[in-house]
């Protein structure tokens, strides 16, 4: 803020009444638009030095209503310098420095109205009132922040005790894990022994299998070969072991499009680039191309559509982009649970065992189940671990003033919107008329100025807008004596504002002294 | 895991590829009358002067003009026209071709003329071998040629300067009686071969609007010869050059009001406005044709130096001279009426436009300062913080605008309480500081029961009707809408007492009106506008019933927006009592839009592409007589990054109207948004603005005098420079100042073009007094802060030093004149100061004065003494530019002060300052040298 900016700080004893153009008529004589630490800058009897040192002129030309120092600084009591700065006094008030150019503009800038003097009329010295104004309110906040302040000790106290138990709780947990892997080794190696075991004895039924398996293959292919070879001495109509592509032809089997005729195309799909085809290749190559289309024509056999295919892959496809996350998280879950479904019963046989085999088997089991207990033990304690640790690194204010909130969820209400903020979590936006929730950022940092850090919450990396950025949620501080949400806006397209009240924020200590000494 | 490459596929189509639908736009070939007429190039024309019926009565020569069969031997008459040529003044004349006895009347365009043009005297001077030749009284010639009719308009030194219906394109479709196909007529019958129908006559459809066409065709067209023209200019709106292209290989230009979601750059299509006017410029004279007509228009453009013209037709057209433009107009109903401006400077052609449609009036000047806007400042605490932080950042501005959430729900007329619970307070707050607002109000209304708008259009019946003559409902803003029918004096006397201070209660003289979307905008219409066959109001007249009893959309398309804003205009007058002068900024244009309202150039984008069309833009469009011109800001659709920023406020700064603006999807950009050296450097683009609002409110109050554009085309000064003709990145400030925005990322320097080599012209770089001999392109030198501009050697430029927070807070400060001297060591210029918003002007409430300085003396002197005007302002510096001999004194001499003055030498002791005159500026002084 410009005018902030150019407070000074310091205090005037002066009395003014200001009769003349350039001294006001207090104790100190200075041109005017200046303040009392510069006025030994301005010395009457002497030529007038622009403070950039860059020109002297005669002293008459001080607020002569004309422009001669670069930097302005001629020109301090006018507007004739873009650059130049005009204090007022506002004795009552605080005093202020105001750009040059809202001298005599009509408006009225400084309480006292010494800035609007080409028509003294115009404004009314109002600084008693606004000094009034402004001690009070200073007094009520300073009341706050005392009243805030037992409360905030209590918070400071729980906060501590908070962390000093998450501490403990934490170290706890080390030795929980120490242990935890101590009886996952156990387990494991228990595992580990009843599974060479059960392996051993299993290994007569999986050989057995194995027979039974490779049998049935051979009996398959037997039977192929000998329908092949049937329908092929069928077709081929001279008899001399060799299908031409005439012999093909007639035959509508080949008619793979239905079209009336085996065409070239349909050869090629069956001969690939032969003229004919012998009985070996018919029966490896040709047969298993042809063979769908002969159960089709006798009615044995329905085939997929091939439309209803693709159509269920762009579906799939659809969804996996639009969605993508998710379709990988899904993914990966169910990798993961096949995983674990495999590691657990990995053979899952409708085969029955003899009483001493399934023993074995049975034991073996428990021993997976046992060891499986046991590694989730261990997960759960390191997530709980890594909890603690992240909430003992997050930043409570300087002395833990926030530890007790993190978690804390508040709401708030408009006309369209229920915002809730969940302190250290998120914060989310829920329509009224039952849309979904809208998470509007999760929680990023103290991000308060340099002096003043833990005063705002940055939420951030909310639900992307449309055609926008993510959204996100500044969370502003004052002190109060509970904890509540004052106001919730959106100022900026995604960006909100919440106005947060808490006994955290007041401190008795830090209120920034309203100068009473700047009265008079 | 999905390929990235679909990923990608699937971002670019979440994200948006930016550009227009072309499919929701009709090309020629999908405008029936377009495709009809486009080819239609007979080898002579049919249409005949019978000479035997020629009347010269004061300013008009009327006769009688028939089609002729030519392809019989037997001359029959095909129909029967009724010709009106008048002679009006400051060299302009006016074609009018209707038929002469119509099944219904045509249309003719109502509100584009500023009144009924003003007569010249007409003269017969021979009728001889088919021929007739006329003059005005200043001596301009036509020569009509009867058969085939012809006409050929002459400048003063007897050669000829434009010619109509040399190509035999002339055509007026006549007004014909829908047939009943009946099978059993006798296909013999001669007149019923004539009347095949063709399809499409009947009706026409596109995409999945249908057309009833009711009156079938009526199509008009002319083509207009203009001879050693170099380029033809005009036509606007469009995104293409300022100088038209050829359109033998492409679509022609089309001229229909539209509402084209993220047009395109570099393009022929029809976009929100539409000005028929036309100029040709070479280096012998400069004219202009004035197409009146209100209907969808095409233009056909073929210039014959072009390297795309077939160089055979130029042999047999023009004999091998590459000197010549053809342009066409096609409309597709109204008359022929067609006014020809013969110049013969371009100037001249500018002015005898706006001596026909009128000049921009006064604009009250807060609308030259800067304007703030965005879709939208979503509450009065938003409004306030945006007001506060322009004088946190010692930003001014003179404007905060409301786009349509103000409203209840899109109910204009309305505030949305709970957004704007006291719109009066927050009015007040902002012209405590001397600011205004601007809040939209659209042509569509809200069908809602209750909404008191809606209910009294229902009743009154102050809608625009659908074909069936049942009230026409289509789709924008609100959901369900109904426009309103301006063309009925009804609704305009409604819409207008909509603006009184108690119907719009929040409302002060400080509230300025915004008209968008105004084409009219038409969500599910055809083109995203009304279809051609709803019902326009008609006054009844006897006799007038059935199709003759309303006008058609299709007629009167292009002006309707005119006719909004001209209601707004009255209903701001009205509020108070004709005393203030109202604001308003409209998005569709048409010819004399100017005598109502500011225009910008609708939804652009933040590309340099749409930074470099503005410029063009508003030169085409300020040739057309709207000079109260600008885009938005940044660009509309999407975030300019700092340096587009940055350039398109430096730009925005020399324009016009000068207004940011973006879409509310976008990220907020108000000037302190950006890192502070980018915020310093906006600041700095609109001080330099605010230094210069005098000047400007000079420039706008000159073109009420003379008519002429307030931004000019390098040609309009130079017109013999015929490197100038081109031009289009670079204008002229009045005669004054020269402007060559930054318009392209990353540059380190551009090239400017200096005109005025052959008159010794000294163009003065604004920033540093460093003259610059005119001649051609030199190359200036860039930084980020660098806005090249100059000052013409010769003029006297009244700048205001001391920016304030607004326009209004600076009435009184004092001036600096920066007089840029030539190579005679002399320079002139002008100053117009007023109370700034009031019509008290118009009775002698003003200063205007003509600034002379030579090297004796330099003297300012009110050019109509009887006009006065208290103001305070004084003049605190004068600054003399390019001065050779220094003079040793200077005296003031101002009623009866004499006063002795200081004087210091600045730069290379070339420019001398006068400090502090002190010269009141309300009364005649001079200056008095000695060396």
Known sequence: ?520 | MKPLGLLLVVLLAIIGVYGVDRNNFKSCDQSGFCKRLRPFKPEKSQYTLNLDSVIVHGNVLSAEVTTVNTETEKKITLWRYALKLSALVDGTFRIELDEADPLYPRYRTQLALNGEPKADGLKLISNENGKLTLSNNQGQKVLITSEPLKFEFLDKNGDVAVVLNENSQLLVEPLRVRKERTDDEDPGNAENAIEVEEEGTWSENFKSHHDSKPRGNEAVSVDVTFPDADQVYGIPEHTDKFALSTTTSGEPYRMYNLDVFEYELDSRMAIYGAVPVLYAHGSKRTVGVFWHNSAETWVDVVNYADGTVVSSLVNLVTGGQKRRVDARFMSESGIVDLFVMLGNTPADVFRQYTTLTGVAPLPPKFSLGYHQSRWNYVDEADVRSVDENFDAHDIPADVIWLDIEYTDRKKYFTWDLEKFAHPAEMVANLTAKGRRLVVIIDPHIKREAGYFVHEDAMEQGLYVKDKDGNVYEGWCWPGSSSYLDFFNPAATKYYAERFRFENFPGTSKDVHIWNDMNEPSVFNGPEITMPKDCRHYKPPQDGHDGLASFWEHRHVHNEYGLWQIRATHLGMLERSDNKYRPFILTRSTFAGTQRYAAMWTGDNAAEWGFLQASTRMCLSLAAAGISFCGSDVGGFFKYPEPELMTRWYQAGAYQAFFRAHSHIETKRREPWLYEASTTALLRDAVRRRYALVDFWYTLFYEHTLDGTPVTRPLFQEYPKEEDTYTIDDEYLLGDKLLVRPVLEPGVKSVKVYLPGRDTNTLWYDVDSYQAHKANGYFTQEVNIAKIPVYQRGGSIVPRKERVRRSSTLMANDPFTFVVALDANNTASGSLYIDDGETYDYQNNKYVYSKISYEPNRMSYTLVNPAAQYSTRAWVERIVIAGIRNPPKSARLLQGDRSSALQMTLHRGNDVLVIRKPAASVATDWTIEFAY
């Not at chain 1, 120092?69 to 004795?91: K, Q, R, V, Y």
């Not at chain 1, 092929?232 to 089997?253: A, C």
């Open chain 1, 1 to 520: 803020m410009v005018i902030s900016f150019w407070i000074g700080n310091f205090h005037s004893f002066a009395l003014i009444i200001c009769t003349f153009v350039i001294y006001a008529c207090s104790e100190v004589p200075r041109p005017r638009g200046v303040s009392l630490s510069k006025s030994s800058l301005y010395s009457p009897t002497k030529d007038f030095t622009c403070f950039d040192g860059t020109v002297t002129i005669p002293f008459s030309y001080v607020n002569d209503d004309y422009c001669d120092c670069f930097d302005g600084s001629d020109e301090p009591g006018t507007s004739a310098c873009l650059n130049g700065i005009f204090h007022c006094t506002n004795a009552g008030h605080r005093p202020q420095n105001i750009p040059s150019s809202r001298v005599n503009d009509g408006v009225c800038d400084c309480c006292d109205g010494t800035d609007e003097y080409a028509e003294p009329d115009t404004c009314k010295n109002i600084c008693e009132e606004m000094g009034k104004e402004a001690r009070a309110e200073a007094q009520r906040l300073a009341d706050l922040h005392k009243a805030g302040n037992h409360f905030r000790l209590e918070l400071i106290e729980k906060g501590n005790k908070k962390r000093n138990e998450m501490a403990e709780q934490l170290s706890q947990l080390e030795k929980d894990k120490e242990e935890a892997l101590k009886i996952m080794a156990e387990k494991e190696a228990l595992k580990n022994e009843l599974e060479a075991k059960e392996n051993e004895v299993l290994q007569v039924y999986r050989d057995a299998e194995e027979k039974e398996r490779q049998r049935k293959a051979e009996e398959e292919k037997e039977a192929v070969t000998k329908e092949a070879m049937e329908y092929f001495t069928r077709i081929d109509s001279n008899q001399d072991d060799v299908l031409t592509t005439d012999e093909i032809k007639v035959i509508n089997s080949f008619d793979k499009n239905k079209d009336g005729e085996v065409d070239q195309e349909e050869l090629q799909y069956f001969l690939g680039n032969n003229e004919n085809v012998d009985k070996d290749t018919f029966i490896s190559t040709t047969w298993p191309l042809l063979k769908p289309l002969v159960m089709m024509e006798q009615g044995m056999y329905q085939p997929t559509s091939e439309v209803e295919d693709n159509d269920q892959d762009a579906n799939h496809d659809a969804v996996g982009e639009l969605d993508n996350d998710d379709a990988e998280e899904e993914n990966v879950d169910e990798e993961l649970a096949h995983d674990v479904d495999q590691d657990v019963e990995p053979e899952q046989s409708s085969q029955s065992y003899d009483e001493e085999t399934q023993k074995i088997v049975d034991e073996a089991t428990e021993a997976r189940r046992q060891w499986t207990d046991a590694e989730r033990t261990v997960r759960e304690i390191e997530s709980n671990i890594k909890n603690f640790q992240q909430n003992l690194e997050k930043d409570y204010g300087l002395q833990q003033e926030y530890a007790t909130l993190d978690g804390q969820c508040l709401e708030y209400e408009d006309k369209e919107y229920i915002y809730k903020l969940c302190l250290f979590q998120k914060v989310t936006q829920k329509s009224k008329n039952g849309a979904a929730e809208v998470g509007l950022g999760n929680w990023g940092e103290w991000a308060g100025e340099d002096n003043n850090k833990y005063s705002v919450m940055k939420y951030t990396n909310g639900i992307a807008c449309w055609n926008g950025p993510s959204r996100m949620t500044t969370v502003n501080i004052h002190c109060g004596l509970e904890t509540k949400i004052l106001s919730v806006t959106e100022p900026y397209r995604c960006e909100y504002k919440i106005e947060l009240a808490t006994p955290a924020a007041c401190d008795e200590s830090n209120i920034t002294q309203q100068p009473s000494h700047d009265e008079l």
